[in-house]
């Protein structure tokens, strides 16, 4: 029989440091410290009477004992979270707006991570470009985007930011003498601009061989071999190969990816600090 009542606080820390994988990263959708996160993981673990996390030198890992128990604190925070949508009567809605170029593969898993920080929070996702998401967002149209940045605001909190090759298929190759085949999205799209802007500025002939309404079409282009693109590393098709160097093309910068949000009330703030640090942890793992 359990003589004392596990602390679901830390059986909460416990599951975020689980799922993203950093003590760092936990205390930011926790809104707390680190040392406030590893206390109660040291509780619970000593509740448990069993070591949960192994740190590494580079992250942290579940031990054996660790990757039991998280199914069961999962289903523990589960009831908890059914049992205050029985006494709630208002399902809130957060409406977001993230860029195409940020929304890569790893979208699925922050909905989740949203969704479990809040189940009875409505959560919308709107997919555009900065430029209209932005727009959308001055608006009143969305609580909150993320994007990258416009070389137009200084508002906004940068969550990381990334650096961006020029990518081609593996067996593409360049005509000599004849311009640089860019796959883009249409204009007014910031990545698009910037990397035709570096390429005028060293003086690099091209032209438009594909222009795409979102990244899935361009990465598309580009691996059926229509030419090249300006991406983030994280966006890249399967068996994309970067030829900046081998071209000579110009290096492209490091593009910050910033959130702007409007929101003040706690269930949607603590929602957006967890999709933060998800997004972080997933972008630099």
């Known amino acids: 029989m359990i003589e004392r009542a596990l602390d679901l606080d830390a059986v909460q ?6 799922e993203l994988g950093s ?18 993981l040291k509780r619970l673990e000593e509740r448990l009477g069993c070591r949960l996390v192994e740190r590494t030198p580079r992250r942290v890992e579940l031990s054996a004992q660790g990757l039991t128990f998280l199914a069961h604190a999962r289903k523990l925070l589960e009831i908890q979270e059914h049992a205050f949508a029985d006494f709630t009567a208002v399902r809130q809605r957060l409406i ?25 929070l409505v959560i919308e996702i709107r997919i555009g470009t900065t430029g209209d998401l932005l727009q959308s967002y001055d608006r009143r149209e969305l609580d909150a985007v993320i994007v990258r940045f416009d070389a137009g605001r200084s508002d906004g909190e ?50 438009e061989s594909f222009i795409g309404g979102g990244v899935t079409a361009v990465s598309a282009a580009v691996m059926a071999g229509l030419g090249v693109s300006a991406l983030a590393r994280r966006m890249l098709p399967f068996g994309a190969v970067e030829v900046g ?3 000579g093309l110009p290096a492209l910068p490091r593009l910050p990816v910033l959130l702007h949000s409007r929101v003040k009330d706690d269930r949607s703030r603590d929602a957006l600090t967890a999709l933060a640090a998800a997004f972080r942890s997933a972008v630099q793992s």
């Open 23 to 40: 003590f760092t990263r936990a205390a930011e959708a926790s809104q707390t410290t680190q040392s406030a996160v590893s206390l109660k």
């Open 158 to 207: 940068v969550l990381t930011e990334e650096k961006m090759g020029w990518f081609a298929a593996p067996d593409w190759t360049h005509p000599a003498g004849e311009p640089l085949p860019i796959a883009t999205m249409a204009e007014p799209c910031g990545v698009r601009i910037m990397a035709l802007q570096l390429l005028d500025e060293a003086g690099v002939p091209w032209r």
């Open 13 to 18: 820390a416990f599951v975020r440091i689980a």
């Open 245 to 247: 160097p081998k071209l």
């Open 96 to 120: 977001i707006g993230i860029s195409d170029h940020v929304a890569g593969p790893e979208l699925p898993a922050l909905i989740a991570r949203m969704n479990a920080q809040d189940p009875q």
